[in-house]
């Protein structure tokens, strides 16, 4: 009975009967007891759960499996952006003490200005209507069209004059969330929530790619920590970073040093770190693929089991 509940189609079955769950209310008894039930000899009843049992450990070992694996292959992701926007490409590159807290050491050659020296805020505002396009800023998503972006937040405001003008090509960072992630590269021309920050290369020459490459690694994100005025933080095992939403100020930014490669390898690193990230992310796809066919697999087996569909195979 435990599985047989706890199945998918079962559960539709209840929905079925009221409105409640959908409204996240309880379900009442009376509701419940609607529904039929199969019921197998007890003998029967036993052999299917002992069964049942044994698969579902199997599929929840290679969903795990494949969850482990996918968790490796960002840490991998991490790991590769950050040597390639601290080291650059050459392994035989000579170093040099960076003065930076977050990554001891930079290819000699390398300069390390300040970020007011390098970026440029945009401080636009929408007064004039110039834009229609609502943008949103997640750190699992990037920077997207609001009606694209995925789970809750803030609802969009029908007035867009107060909101911030992002253009194609702008680093977006998001001023109470930079130390979880939340900082991408605009592919679109639209506006954004006053809290957001916006910055482009002040030398047409440099490669924004590479800094917002830069403002991805964990490093650097850990370093913000205490800039906001008391930021209370908590890194998972796997390196997530969740925190207590604390604005950093623009002026505090603009301080920051920041490695800076010449513009030519400024883009090589970041020409490399496309092709290599989408490599990356297509192997997170397939595990994560992975997972949900399982997971699908699952729910399947367990209805065809419970209700006779799918033959008992002896223990």
Known sequence: FKWLLKS???ISMLQSTTNLVRDGQALRFANIIQGNLPLPPYEEQASIASYIDKKCAEIDKAIDAAKASTEEYKLYK?????????????PNVPMKDSG???????????RIPRWK????????TNKEGEVKEIL?????????????????????????????????????LNSMNVVSGSVALSA??????????????????????????????????????????????????????????????????N???????????????????????????????????????????????IWETVTGKREVSCL
């Open 8 to 10: 998918e189609r079962y």
């Open 78 to 90: 991490k790991s590769v952006i950050f040597q390639a926007v601290t080291k650059g490409l050459d």
């Open 100 to 110: 930076i807290e977050w990554t001891a050491s930079l290819p000699s050659h390398w």
């Open 117 to 124: 020296n390098v970026l440029s805020e945009r401080n636009k």
């Open 136 to 172: 949103s800023l997640s750190a699992s998503q990037g920077v997207v069209p609001y009606s694209e972006r995925v789970g809750g937040g803030n609802k969009a405001k029908e007035d867009l004059t107060a909101y911030k003008i992002a253009y194609a090509g702008d680093i977006v």
């Open 188 to 253: 679109y021309d639209g506006c954004v929530s006053p809290v957001y920050y916006m910055y482009y290369p002040s030398n047409s020459k440099d490669d924004a790619r590479y800094f917002n490459y830069v403002f991805q690694t964990t490093p650097f994100q850990l370093s913000l920590f205490g800039l906001g005025n008391g930021i209370m933080v908590k890194q998972s095992s796997t390196g997530k970073l969740n925190t207590v939403r604390m604005r950093i100020s623009s002026s505090t930014l």
């Open 255 to 301: 301080s920051l040093p920041l490695p800076y490669p010449p513009a030519g390898e400024q883009k090589e690193i970041s020409d490399f770190l496309d092709l290599k990230c989408i490599e990356i992310d297509r192997l997170i796809n397939a595990k994560q693929q992975i997972v949900e066919e399982l997971k699908a697999y699952k729910k399947s087996f």
